[in-house]
């Protein structure tokens, strides 16, 4: 089993739609959970932590389910400029200071308008 | 407000040529990173570091090098180049888990390498 996974896509969603996407990981303690952003040809970027009691950013929502080992980001309303490549990562800590950073593979967005 | 910096952007190589891969950080971050990501593949932790003068293997480190003179340098060598190496590379920097247990990553801008 991969230690993060995610639907690659593409989900092709008309403007205005609401879409969801989950990621599981296999590790159950892991500590950080994060999404990010990529553009086609671009470094990824923050979009968002994810946190346990679930948070919200404008039209970006994310949950945590520590007990399922699944991340959630769900995006109202969809803009043309939200069409991405959206990658789930796990990050875990070890005694020493080691950190070790897992990415999905990302899933791909494509908003139509 | 740079962030972080990568050099060059784009390069390409000739199997069995050596080059490095710089990446700047003027944030103070302790832990830097080198990953490479391939169509299908994902983002691979190549060679890591978690402070000045440290460095340890990712999950792809063969072919190549890192060293960690200074804080803020991350370098990424390669001494003998193979069409396997053909790839995005992006380097990043983060704070250490002792001082921010979510903090996130921040990546360059990233290098396109060819190897023919």
């Known amino acids: 089993r991969k230690e993060v996974e995610q639907d690659p896509g593409p989900f092709n969603v008309p403007e205005g739609a609401t879409v969801a996407f989950n990621c599981t990981y296999s590790n159950s303690a892991s500590q950080s959970f994060f999404w990010y952003r990529q553009d086609c040809r671009k470094e990824p970027k923050l979009l968002m932590s994810?946190?346990?009691s679930g948070n919200e950013d404008g039209r970006f929502t994310a949950q945590l389910n520590r007990a399922s080992q699944y991340i959630s980001l769900l995006i109202r309303d969809s803009k043309l400029s939200d069409s991405a490549t959206y990658l789930c990562?796990?990050?875990?800590?070890?005694?020493?200071?080691?950190?070790?950073?897992?990415f999905g593979i990302g899933t791909k967005l494509q908003v139509i308008p | 407000n740079a962030g972080v910096t990568q050099t060059p952007k784009f390069r390409v190589l000739k199997t069995g040529q050596s080059m490095t891969l710089l990446c700047a950080q003027d944030?103070?971050?302790?832990?830097m990173y080198w990953y490479r990501q391939d169509p299908g593949m994902g983002l691979r932790l190549i060679h890591y570091s978690v402070g000045e003068g440290t460095t340890a293997k990712g999950e792809v480190p063969d072919g190549y090098n890192v060293s960690r003179l200074k804080k803020q340098n991350f370098l990424l060598g390669l001494e003998s180049a193979a069409p396997s190496q053909t790839s995005v590379y992006f380097c990043?920097?983060?704070?250490?888990?002792?001082?921010?247990?979510?903090?996130?990553?921040?990546f360059g801008n990233g290098t396109r390498l060819t190897v023919t």
């Open positions: 990562v796990v990050r875990n800590e070890y005694s020493g200071g080691y950190q070790k950073v897992t």
């Open positions: 990043a920097s983060s704070y250490s888990s002792a001082s921010s247990t979510n903090s996130p990553l921040h």
């Open positions: 944030m103070n971050h302790e832990y």
């Open positions: 994810v946190y346990s």
